[in-house]
Nanobody, 116 residues
Framework: QAQLIESGGGLVQAGGSLRLTCVAS????????WAWFRQAPGKEREFVAT????????TYADSVKGRFTISRDNTSNRVYLQMNDLQPEYTAVYYC?????????WGRGTQVTVAS
């Protein structure tokens, strides 16, 4: 079954850290680029980070540069988002996406709540 499952969200105090995980199933993913997006209440979904298929090239939204790190494990079809120094404005539902296959179904996301 083709699906993405995000996990690792939760409630954290400002300045804290979380590590999000996305697991993909349904086919091989080692040649795909991945991305993380987030959607805050009342706002549109926005780009957070992306990683290419080799893992050698990453890009980040300006708002998270220096705080977030995207990585991947092709052997287990996983992509990660290490989030450090979290701020209240980062509160959102975080989603992973197959950047090279936009028709692949999105997951339900994982809620990240940062308390001030």
């Amino acid at each position: 079954q083709a699906q993405l499952i995000e996990s690792g969200g939760g409630l954290v105090q400002a300045g804290g850290s979380l590590r999000l995980t996305c697991v993909a199933s349904g086919r091989a993913f080692s040649s795909d680029d991945w991305a993380w997006f987030r959607q805050a209440p009342g706002k549109e979904r926005e780009f957070v980070a992306t990683i290419n298929w080799t893992g050698q090239r990453t890009t980040y939204a300006d708002s998270v540069k220096g705080r977030f790190t995207i990585s991947r494990d092709n052997t287990s079809n996983r992509v990660y988002l290490q989030m450090n120094d979290l701020q209240p404005e980062y509160t959102a539902v975080y989603y992973c996406e197959l950047a090279t296959d936009p028709l692949f179904p999105w997951g339900r996301g994982t809620q990240v709540t940062v308390a001030s």
